[in-house]
């Protein structure tokens, strides 16, 4: 039996009581405030416990839907799904909630005042810190992707000292200077080992989130604040981070798939965190969503014209004889990265009219489905018993070469072969992939000897003070989006190149585009496959993008109904209720702008 992942919700030392009788005993759902407590390993391990699901939800649970693959904000507000019907941006600054709580960063601090204070051996209490300053890194840097500028709490504040609990926003630098600082304690402080390995926060954890939080405001602070001496400490923190973690232990599993399949993730080389799942105890409902249910959101054209020959050549380079083109989706799929044959299925098109379980594209999303269980109880309904990873090496690798590559262009790093070969190579050597090496030619990369040309790279025109990828940026990119699909990343992604305009699907006609589908040829080849009788009228619900029988599926239909973004997108609003507490206590909050 697997071992449960605790998500214990014990949060009551946040109401510290003090036994004033040593005869009277404390209510069991409350802390004694005493040194005692504060003096025993034990109950810091177990206070962290409740901190594991703000942070690695994974799946989630039950019918909750997660950021990944679909219908939740972080999950659509992206490229890489069409959908029926278009989630929108936010329109409107809301009144109250909103994310804007520094309710945790509260409880980080009081928990390092106590242990600060504590009488623990030295290792121990280091160890402790590490994590809780690990977690409150974490929880800042949430805020500053959200919000930016935020104020920058590190000590507990009685109800009565309105001066810092009012304090303005800090500047976003300052807030993630001390975030890096954070992270490094943790990074230096936190153990090898502690607890079972996979399902606790230790430091290989901490050396992975770090570099994901690092290439994040590295990159916003080159591409959003033009700042290059920012950009450059964040990414040489992220790029060590990396390394380090790249030095230790893990190695690359040999099957691409099983890392979003597995009924178990224990013991797995390239897992570095994951929440595990278990029936009757923890279930969750994400392989439901791709396996008997319709996809209202599935793969977009964006999504599937980003992956590769097998030759490992753009699919629209001219050098490129081996793509067959994409007037019929066995042509398109053939000889392609494998990596795509672990995203959609491949067995045919999924279409409205003909399957029940049909996919607004055609394309039918599959990334989650493990094929053992799809008729089980571990598969359907919300009992699926599928591992979630939380952080893996393949993220990793892809953050070192990234970071590496930014340094490069701002002058702060030379790029060389063996950055490829320990990254990117690596990836594509995985036994389940096994695409061409890259190598790096010039300002390029290269395959067989054939530079990498995409036509089809971002030139920086689709918007005002837009920028232009460069070749070895835009291919570093496109190995990201082809090797974490679905994993509610690339949100933020398109945020800190400050592409967010991808998500415009005005700007961007390709998010509401899927397969082709020639009506007519495709109910003889299905009634020939299938010996049943369908016919084109079968087909009446799905809309086409040209007059006729054949064309590009267009899953949302009225204009009017598209998503199209603001500069303002980039950042949440504060809401409003928080800019009025201010206000009635004599302060001033700002809020972002364009709300």
Not at 358 to 370: E, I
Request: net charge negative; aromatic share 12%.
């Amino acid at each position: 039996m697997k071992t449960k992942f605790l998500s214990i919700i014990l949060m009551a030392f946040m109401a510290l009581t003090s036994c004033e009788d040593f005869l009277t005993r404390p209510p069991m759902d409350t802390v004694t405030d005493t040194p005692e407590f504060w003096d025993n390993e034990d109950n810091y391990r177990t206070m962290i416990w409740a901190f594991y699901d703000i942070y690695f939800d994974g799946y989630k649970s039950g019918w909750t839907r997660s950021n990944w693959f679909a219908e939740t904000n972080i999950a659509d507000w992206v490229d890489d799904n069409a959908q029926r019907a278009p989630t929108q941006f936010t329109k409107v600054a809301p009144t109250t909630d909103g994310g804007w709580s520094f309710t945790y960063v509260r409880r980080y601090n009081q928990l390092i005042d106590r242990l600060t204070t504590s009488s623990l051996d030295e290792e121990v209490k280091n160890h402790w810190l590490g994590v809780v300053r690990f977690f409150r890194g974490m929880e800042y840097a949430k805020l500053v992707q959200d919000f930016g500028d935020v104020p920058w709490l590190d000590a507990v504040y009685e109800s009565t000292d309105e001066e810092n609990l009012y304090q303005p926003r800090a500047p976003r630098t300052t807030v993630m200077d001390n975030v890096m600082a954070d992270l490094e304690f943790a990074c230096d402080n936190i153990r090898e080992s502690d607890g079972t390995e996979g399902l606790t926060v230790n430091r290989a954890v901490a050396l992975a989130f770090t570099s994901r939080l690092m290439l994040f405001e590295g990159t916003w602070q080159k591409y959003r604040e033009k700042d290059n001496a920012a950009a450059q400490r964040y990414l040489e923190a992220a790029k060590s981070a990396a390394e380090e973690l790249m030095g230790m232990d893990y190695t690359l599993c040999d099957d691409f798939k099983s890392l979003t399949t597995s009924e178990s993730l224990a013991g797995n080389p390239e897992i570095i965190m994951y929440r595990e799942y278990t029936e009757g105890v923890l279930m969750h409902s994400l392989m439901s969503f791709q396996n008997t249910e319709v996809e209202n959101s599935s793969p977009s054209r964006s999504l599937v014209e980003s992956y590769l020959s097998a030759n490992g050549l753009p699919i629209n380079q001219a050098e490129n004889t081996m793509y067959k083109g994409d007037k019929w989706f066995f042509d398109e799929i053939a000889d392609r990265d494998p990596r795509l044959y672990a995203n959609i299925d491949t067995v045919d098109l999924r279409l409205d009219g003909v399957v029940a379980a049909n996919a607004a594209s055609g394309y039918f999303a599959n990334l989650f489905v493990n094929p053992a269980l799809k008729t089980l109880a571990g598969g359907i309904s919300n009992t699926n018993i599928t591992d979630a990873p939380i952080m893996k090496l393949n993220e990793v690798l892809l953050n070192y070469i990234e970071a590496a590559a930014e340094l490069a262009e701002i002058g702060a790093y030379t790029l060389t072969q063996a950055d490829f070969d320990k990254s990117i190579n690596l990836l594509r050597q995985r036994p389940s992939t096994n695409m061409p090496a890259v190598s790096l030619s010039g300002n390029s990369l290269a395959v067989n000897g054939i530079t990498i040309n995409d036509p089809d790279r971002d030139k920086g025109t689709m918007v005002s003070d837009d920028y232009e990828v460069s070749p070895i940026i835009w291919e570093i990119r496109r190995e990201r989006r082809v090797e974490l699909p679905y994993q509610g990343l690339r949100f933020n992604d398109l945020r800190r190149w400050s592409k967010l305009h991808y998500a415009d699907m005005k700007l961007n006609p390709k998010l509401n585009l899927g397969a082709w589908l020639d009506k007519p040829r495709y109910v003889a080849w299905y009634n020939e496959k299938n010996g049943t009788s369908i016919t084109v009228e079968n087909l009446g619900s799905i809309h086409l993008d040209r007059a006729g029988d054949a064309g590009y599926i267009v899953p949302a239909i009225d204009e009017s109904l598209l998503r199209t973004y603001a500069e303002k997108d980039y950042l949440y609003p504060i809401p409003t209720d928080e800019i009025a507490l201010y206000t009635a206590h004599g302060f001033k909050l700002d809020q972002n702008p364009g709300w």
